[in-house]
């Protein structure tokens, strides 16, 4: 009976150590340094109001972590259509980063219950603020502003994940912190593209119109300048020969006059030497001009009386 009893001892000592190992080890929870942690004591039903971040940890048996990655997550949105503010339908492909900030996590933990919950709405979330900022933009500034509209993403996401500015712990948001946004691609409706070119080719067509007409407007100018150029000189030229006329024409009188006014004074010096009357000058200058001219003929009307040889005839 005593040995019995002893075994009995024993078997109680090492059913108590085995049960001791036991809830030791279930005691211990390790999270990665990649984690963060919420402890949750299956037994009582009480979360932790504080996150733990990588390493061993030890906590009532049982107790499990409801883990949450503490680096950064990449989220590729499926590829989709958003509708721009003048109604036309884009294409895109964005991708985006958040992050689980470990003191939003028992506020994520309460609403959301896990990870998978979470990251579900923040995508959800994510592709929200991608359709609103599209609705922000004309479909002229998808070619244009395509850094702007990324900005624009970047500020309704975080708009979305982490609340209105001055939330606090996330309240308003999904408690999600955002990181950055990558506006991968974007494709404006065929039509859109086809009425950009046409309207490109036309304004082309007339660029070169009135490149064409300008050229035609100079050509033209330069014809006229050259064509009054012709005229002014043509102009000048007859108003120099017209003014040289004009003083070989002035310069000739007065020498006329000036022979004449000579011929006059001598006249009247013979006259007034030879004491003359006018007919008798008359007949002076007839005798003259017989001396030089001895083969002339010429009838003289009263009333002078002329008379005359001729050389060689007596």
């Known amino acids: 009976m005593k040995k019995m009893g002893n075994i009995g001892i024993i078997i109680t000592l090492l059913l108590l150590v085995v049960t001791a190992i036991v809830l030791l080890s279930l005691s211990f929870k390790k999270l990665k340094s990649t ?63 958040y992050q689980m900030p470990a003191e939003w996590l028992p506020f994520a933990v ?9 990251d579900e709405i923040v995508r959800a979330a994510g592709e929200s603020a991608v359709q609103h900022s599209c609705a922000l933009f004309e479909i002229s500034d998808f070619q244009n502003k395509r850094g702007i509209i990324q900005d624009t993403m970047l500020d309704n996401l975080r708009l979305k994940l982490e ?26 409706p065929n039509a859109y593209k086809n009425a950009i070119s046409n309207r490109q080719s036309a304004e082309e067509d007339i660029s070169l119109a009135i490149n064409q007409r300008r050229q035609a407007l100079i050509q033209a100018n330069s014809t006229l300048l050259a064509a009054e150029e012709d005229a002014k000189r043509i102009k000048d030229t007859a108003t120099n020969e017209a003014e040289v006329l004009l003083k070989e024409a002035d ?21 007034n030497a030879l004491d003359l009357s006018s007919e008798g000058l008359l007949s002076y200058m007839s005798n003259k001009l017989y001396e030089e ?21 007596l």
């Open 251 to 271: 310069l000739k009188a007065q020498e006329t006059q000036f022979i004449y006014e000579k011929e006059a004074e001598t006249l009247l010096n013979i006259k």
């Open 110 to 118: 309460i609403r959301y219950r896990d990870f998978r919950k979470w």
């Open 293 to 313: 001219a001895p083969r002339l003929k010429a009838s003289m009307m009263e009333p002078a009386d002329t008379s005359f040889s001729l050389a060689g005839e």
């Open 163 to 188: 609340g209105p500015p001055g939330s606090i712990n996330g309240d308003g948001g999904v408690y999600a912190r955002a990181v950055t946004v990558q506006l991968n691609n974007l494709e404006v």
């Open 35 to 97: 984690e963060v942690g919420l402890e949750y004591n299956r037994v009582n039903k009480v979360l932790d109001d504080a996150a733990k971040n990588g390493g061993l940890h030890v906590g009532p048996p049982g107790f499990r972590f409801i883990k949450f990655p503490s680096t950064f997550i990449s989220a590729e949105l499926p590829s989709g259509t958003c509708v721009s503010q003048d109604g036309l339908r884009v294409d895109f492909r964005v991708s985006f980063q």
